[in-house]
């Protein structure tokens, strides 16, 4: 039967999922994750179903109302999709819901955290599904063309509490104290467990998954905004994203009404691989955007963006992918622009644009990857990942709105959130809706060049921002040993250091590097985004005098934006760089996501 998507089993004709029911017990003491999962379809099937897994041990499958087994088997693992589920539901009556039960000790969504890794007296557990890990949680069609309800039960230490990215329902106990609620389930819940029940009833892509279990407190900041982290960064937390409130009311007035109800925020710890994930009505971040100058505000907008463009419109496959994060993107810099100025936004526009650029070029050999759809056949999502979706699908909204001007623009990009939310789009849907409502736009812009054509086509543009301007020329002047004034650094933060650093030369020679960091104390800045790009370049450069800082960093963080470059650069730098990348892995290994493993290892792999 035709796939539905490059990163599914499930075919285009039987029934998709429409709702899940799970129960999740998840064990600390072994790492592992045991769990059922009630499917409702939505329509009765007999015949062939088939769902995605990987690393799941399925237990059995029944018809939860005749509670006869339902056959079924496990294709061995293929490396990028995982196995296939293979169910035969019976010719005689079709069913319209399935039981199952499984159990994982190697899930790639989920991360395991000691006490000593997550920096606590407690244990911690959370999941990155985006792009295919669900299947890694819960057999289920992992697929973005498949919208979902569910509710959770997740069973847990009574010491540690439970967040969803869904509508917390209750918690409670085997032994309910006086008004509290009895555990649904009580031979399933014994003593020193305790049960947090959740409710999704939005239907969302399988990717928006996602929950979290630890020793976690919380912080209002706003009427419809919770800081949720660790006591320890809690208060800090709170302080840096306190502009919240105004980011949504700006994203209101843009894209139309906020429909997730709650716009809540999750500090993780420092392993978590990504800068934000746009989880619904609970944003899951890094810790590494706090830093004490507002700076994750970008972080945040860019997350707020996703609850129209991603969440509500969701992509239907990865190779649409560009729908996500390429209007996010565009998005994300108009909320900027209101809260924050357009000299901030035209200087994000200048970042985007240079790593636009620095990414074609990385993808020389490979320019397949430099379309805004480019076909994903056999390709895992995480090797591809890259900034083109977001700035050339950055760059082509922006083209539009230059065409059409911005009061067009902004009534179009109404009209199509309104039309399509809650529903899978691709790209030619989107491309009929832009042409419908514009006449004659595919007369003005070349349509096909921007979505199949490779690199960047002649009609982008390059941002002009005085702060991106100037801090290219005092970039140019380091040639001939010049460093920028105390007084042109002063009003600095990481996001124009980073575009400093990254506009020197790349044969910056040892002493100068060495000569930046004695005056501006880059390696030792308490902004990630400085540290980790002055690090990549003095290694680069060549200077040992910053392995040790390197290891204590690689230590210290998992997020897959420091990894990669810091890695890359020991791996590529000499044998004793490369050594030296291999034991900081081995023993940092297990205080890594396992999705951010699996970048590593690629990398040291590439360099061996
Ligand atoms: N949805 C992405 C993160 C993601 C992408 C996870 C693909 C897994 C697969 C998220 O919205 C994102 O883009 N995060 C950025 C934030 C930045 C662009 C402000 C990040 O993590 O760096
Ligand atoms: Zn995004």
């Given at each position: 039967m035709a796939p539905l998507d490059p990163h599914s089993y499930a075919d285009g004709e039987s029934p998709l999922t429409t709702h899940v029911a799970l129960t999740l017990y998840l064990d600390f003491a072994t790492c592992s994750l045991h769990g059922s999962a009630l499917l409702t379809l939505s329509a009765p099937h007999s015949g062939p179903l088939s769902l995605d897994t990987r690393s799941l041990t399925i237990h059995s499958a029944i018809d939860p109302t005749s509670l006869s087994p339902i056959p079924f088997s496990l294709s061995p693992p293929d490396p990028v999709l995982g196995s296939q589920l293979s169910l035969s539901l019976p010719a005689e009556t079709p069913l319209s819901s399935i039981l199952l039960s499984f159990s994982t000790s190697s899930s790639s969504a989920l991360h395991f955290l000691s006490p000593s890794q997550a920096a606590s007296p407690f244990p911690y557990a959370y999941t990155q599904c985006q792009s295919i890990h669900a299947r890694s949680i819960f057999p289920c069609h992992d697929t973005p063309a498949a919208r979902i309800r569910f509710s959770a039960l997740l069973n847990i230490p009574s010491s540690l509490s439970a967040v969803m990215a869904a509508r917390h329902h209750a918690r409670c106990d085997p032994v309910p104290s006086e008004g509290g609620l009895s555990c649904p389930d009580s031979l399933w819940c014994a003593p020193g467990r305790i049960v947090e029940q959740f409710v999704m009833d939005q239907p969302i892509p399988p990717y928006l998954f996602a929950f979290a279990v630890g020793h976690i407190v919380y912080r209002d900041i706003g009427p419809r905004t919770r800081v949720y982290a660790g006591p320890d960064v809690v208060d800090e937390a709170a302080r840096e994203f306190s502009g919240t409130e105004e980011m949504i009311r700006a994203g209101e007035k843009l894209f139309g009404p906020y429909d997730w109800v709650r716009f809540d925020l999750l500090v993780l710890p420092m392993s978590f691989p990504y800068g934000g994930m746009e989880n619904p009505r609970m944003v899951f971040l890094t810790p590494t955007v706090i830093k004490g100058d507002a700076a994750g505000a970008q972080v945040v907008a860019h997350e707020l963006a996703h609850s129209w463009t991603g969440n509500l419109i969701t992509n239907k496959t990865n190779e649409d992918f560009w729908l996500n994060e390429g209007f996010t993107t565009y998005a994300e810099r108009r909320i900027v622009e209101v809260v924050q100025g357009e000299e901030r936004a035209a200087l994000n526009m200048g970042i985007g644009w240079r790593g636009l650029n620095r990414t074609v070029e990385r993808f020389r050999d490979n320019m397949e990857f430099t379309k805004l759809k480019p076909c994903m056949q056999g390709v895992d999502p995480d090797d591809v990942y890259s900034e083109i979706p977001y700035e050339k699908g950055f760059q082509f909204l922006w083209r539009i709105e230059r065409q059409v001007g911005r009061p067009v623009f902004d009534e179009f990009t109404k009209k199509y959130i309104s039309t399509f939310k809650f529903q899978s789009i691709d790209t030619e849907t989107f491309i009929d809706f832009l042409k419908a409502n514009v006449p004659g736009i595919e007369n003005q812009i070349d349509l096909r060049l921007w979505v199949e054509g490779t690199g960047i086509p002649p009609d982008a543009m390059e941002p002009v921002s005085a702060v991106y301007n100037k801090i290219k020329t005092l970039a140019s002047e380091f040639k001939n040993g010049q460093m920028p004034g105390e007084d042109e650094v002063a009003q600095w933060n990481g996001q124009e250091w980073e575009l400093y650093l990254e506009n020197?030369?790349?044969?910056?020679?040892p002493s100068q590097a060495l000569a930046l960091d004695a005056r501006y104390r880059l390696s030792e800045s308490r902004d990630w985004e400085v540290k980790v790009a002055f690090l990549e370049l003095a290694i680069s450069a060549g200077c040992k005098e910053y392995y040790a800082e390197a290891e204590r960093s690689l230590k210290q963080v998992g997020r897959m934006k420091y990894l990669r470059p810091l890695y890359t650069a020991l791996a590529k730098c000499s044998d004793e760089g490369k050594m030296l990348a291999r034991r900081i892995y081995a023993e940092a290994r297990n205080c890594y996501h396992p999705i951010a493993q699996g970048v590593v290892e690629s990398i040291l792999s590439k360099h061996a």
């Amino acid at each position: 039967m035709a796939p539905l998507d490059p990163h599914s089993y499930a075919d285009g004709e039987s029934p998709l999922t429409t709702h899940v029911a799970l129960t999740l017990y998840l064990d600390f003491a072994t790492c592992s994750l045991h769990g059922s999962a009630l499917l409702t379809l939505s329509a009765p099937h007999s015949g062939p179903l088939s769902l995605d897994t990987r690393s799941l041990t399925i237990h059995s499958a029944i018809d939860p109302t005749s509670l006869s087994p339902i056959p079924f088997s496990l294709s061995p693992p293929d490396p990028v999709l995982g196995s296939q589920l293979s169910l035969s539901l019976p010719a005689e009556t079709p069913l319209s819901s399935i039981l199952l039960s499984f159990s994982t000790s190697s899930s790639s969504a989920l991360h395991f955290l000691s006490p000593s890794q997550a920096a606590s007296p407690f244990p911690y557990a959370y999941t990155q599904c985006q792009s295919i890990h669900a299947r890694s949680i819960f057999p289920c069609h992992d697929t973005p063309a498949a919208r979902i309800r569910f509710s959770a039960l997740l069973n847990i230490p009574s010491s540690l509490s439970a967040v969803m990215a869904a509508r917390h329902h209750a918690r409670c106990d085997p032994v309910p104290s006086e008004g509290g609620l009895s555990c649904p389930d009580s031979l399933w819940c014994a003593p020193g467990r305790i049960v947090e029940q959740f409710v999704m009833d939005q239907p969302i892509p399988p990717y928006l998954f996602a929950f979290a279990v630890g020793h976690i407190v919380y912080r209002d900041i706003g009427p419809r905004t919770r800081v949720y982290a660790g006591p320890d960064v809690v208060d800090e937390a709170a302080r840096e994203f306190s502009g919240t409130e105004e980011m949504i009311r700006a994203g209101e007035k843009l894209f139309g009404p906020y429909d997730w109800v709650r716009f809540d925020l999750l500090v993780l710890p420092m392993s978590f691989p990504y800068g934000g994930m746009e989880n619904p009505r609970m944003v899951f971040l890094t810790p590494t955007v706090i830093k004490g100058d507002a700076a994750g505000a970008q972080v945040v907008a860019h997350e707020l963006a996703h609850s129209w463009t991603g969440n509500l419109i969701t992509n239907k496959t990865n190779e649409d992918f560009w729908l996500n994060e390429g209007f996010t993107t565009y998005a994300e810099r108009r909320i900027v622009e209101v809260v924050q100025g357009e000299e901030r936004a035209a200087l994000n526009m200048g970042i985007g644009w240079r790593g636009l650029n620095r990414t074609v070029e990385r993808f020389r050999d490979n320019m397949e990857f430099t379309k805004l759809k480019p076909c994903m056949q056999g390709v895992d999502p995480d090797d591809v990942y890259s900034e083109i979706p977001y700035e050339k699908g950055f760059q082509f909204l922006w083209r539009i709105e230059r065409q059409v001007g911005r009061p067009v623009f902004d009534e179009f990009t109404k009209k199509y959130i309104s039309t399509f939310k809650f529903q899978s789009i691709d790209t030619e849907t989107f491309i009929d809706f832009l042409k419908a409502n514009v006449p004659g736009i595919e007369n003005q812009i070349d349509l096909r060049l921007w979505v199949e054509g490779t690199g960047i086509p002649p009609d982008a543009m390059e941002p002009v921002s005085a702060v991106y301007n100037k801090i290219k020329t005092l970039a140019s002047e380091f040639k001939n040993g010049q460093m920028p004034g105390e007084d042109e650094v002063a009003q600095w933060n990481g996001q124009e250091w980073e575009l400093y650093l990254e506009n020197l030369s790349s044969n910056v020679d040892p002493s100068q590097a060495l000569a930046l960091d004695a005056r501006y104390r880059l390696s030792e800045s308490r902004d990630w985004e400085v540290k980790v790009a002055f690090l990549e370049l003095a290694i680069s450069a060549g200077c040992k005098e910053y392995y040790a800082e390197a290891e204590r960093s690689l230590k210290q963080v998992g997020r897959m934006k420091y990894l990669r470059p810091l890695y890359t650069a020991l791996a590529k730098c000499s044998d004793e760089g490369k050594m030296l990348a291999r034991r900081i892995y081995a023993e940092a290994r297990n205080c890594y996501h396992p999705i951010a493993q699996g970048v590593v290892e690629s990398i040291l792999s590439k360099h061996a």
